[in-house]
């Protein structure tokens, strides 16, 4: 008799858990508090804001990460795509976490690995479901993983090498406190064996305190015997991997997630500098994080979409030498905005274009320390970025890095990204 699997919250994870186990045979059916939802043809649902009263008769049920844990309430198992690929990979996986730069650390990860001649793998929260690269990992490959605190909520086995980066608050507004947000993030060290690797970034207190629960060897970075910057050089082991001003990242905030990388994959490289080098010279980033979009009267146009929290947009600010015209706002959260207006008012920003929900917010922050160097940007993006350019000079930056999610105006951080871009190329 076919298994009896149900798949809440049907998103990227969700479709790649129908594959999956549709695949396998199951029986399946799919809840989802979207009526809407646009379904596989045949399909079994239950839609609506009353899907999770459904839950009853199943043998397994799957949650998706945009799903609260503590909703389900059933006594079949539930698990998730991220632990059934653990549970099945038969290869060694490098799981990434952190507030900000997952992504780019994870991908600069498989790059390094890549250099070296390993066959990586490379998925979770940067977009493509483990699950559905499963068949093709054999025990020789490796994995990386990006991993959010959704995602790691109930992980129940950890990597071979966990990483964590800086820690600062996030998503409160999902979970029920800065506690809850750590400790699932701990989760990917507290399964972890004494041959297991936990790397940490040694000058963040959470990602500290999370990898002292592995069992494992811990590994610092941004100090030995981690990867650490030193004479405008990056180091690893007493070796130069390469100069500062060769790092193809913008930033100096991409200096700590190199350090993150290098750290993580020293020994499975062998521990040759020159492979490292290739990589992190070679890696520009990712699309929507301070990605150069290009230049108009002298004027740089830089789409930092991704950047949807105060810390990130902290270190964008600090990215740039030249004066900027710094795109702020979007939906709020209720996040302090107090040391962001300090940020941006000490950070060379020569004026602010503030959009979006939390408009008033921002403005009250700045008011507060005497900062008035902003103007209201409109209501569509063409002519964010039209006020963007009046206020602009040759020789500046202009810098989309909204401090804030794009969900009151766009439809994801990506739509906010591409309709930047959009509008600059149309200049």
């Known amino acids: ?168 608050p996030e998503h409160l507004d999902w979970h029920r406190s800065m506690h809850e947000y750590v400790a699932a993030k701990g989760n990917l060290f507290w399964h972890q064996q004494a041959d297991d690797v936990a790397v940490y970034n040694a000058h963040n207190h959470y990602a500290t305190e999370i990898a002292q629960l592995s069992a494992g060897e811990k590994l610092p970075y941004l100090e030995k015997p981690g990867a650490v910057i030193a004479d405008g050089q ?32 020293w020994e499975l490289v062998k521990r040759n500098p020159d492979t490292v080098a290739r990589a992190v010279k070679g890696f520009t980033g990712l699309p929507h994080r301070l990605e150069e979009v290009r230049e108009v009267g002298r004027v740089r146009y830089i789409n930092d979409s991704f950047s949807a929290n105060p810390i990130a947009t902290e270190a964008a600010v600090k990215s740039f030498m030249e004066p900027k015209v710094l795109i702020l706002g979007g939906m709020d959260r209720g996040l302090e905005l107090a040391q962001l207006a300090k940020a941006v008012a000490g950070g060379g920003v020569k004026q602010v274009v503030l959009v979006g929900q939390n408009t008033q917010r921002l403005a009250a922050a700045f008011n507060a320390i005497g900062f008035d160097r902003y103007t209201l940007g409109g209501s569509s993006m063409p002519e964010i970025v039209a006020q963007a350019r009046r206020l602009a000079a040759p020789g500046d930056v202009v810098l989309l890095s909204p401090a804030s999610p794009s969900f009151d105006m766009f439809r994801n951080f990506a739509d906010r990204g591409e309709q930047f871009d959009a509008a600059v190329r149309a200049l």
């Open 1 to 168: 008799m076919a298994q009896k699997v149900a798949i809440v919250g049907y998103g990227t994870e969700g479709e790649a858990a129908y594959r999956y186990w549709h695949e396998l045979g199951a029986d399946i059916t799919i809840l989802d508090a979207d009526a809407e939802k646009e379904l596989p043809k045949g399909a079994k649902s239950v839609l609506g804001p009353k899907y999770l009263e459904h839950l009853e008769g199943f043998d397994l049920v799957v949650r998706s990460p945009g799903v609260k844990p503590w909703l389900i309430a059933i006594k079949a198992p539930v698990t998730t795509v991220v632990n059934e690929f653990f549970a099945k990979c038969p290869a060694r996986i490098i799981g990434v976490t952190g507030t900000k730069g997952k992504g780019t650390t994870s991908t600069l990860i498989a790059r390094i690995l890549g250099e070296a001649g390993w066959r990586t793998h490379l998925g979770g929260n940067i977009g493509k479901p483990p699950l559905d690269f499963l068949s093709n990992v054999r025990a020789s490959h490796l994995v990386v993983l990006e991993l959010s605190s959704f995602q790691l909520m109930d992980l129940a086995v950890s990597p071979h090498i966990a990483v964590a980066l800086t820690i600062v």
């Open 234 to 265: 990056i180091m690893m082991d007493g070796v130069a991997i390469c100069a500062v001003d060769e790092v193809g990242l913008i930033g100096p905030h991409n200096l700590e997630n190199i350090c993150a990388a290098v750290t993580a994959t």
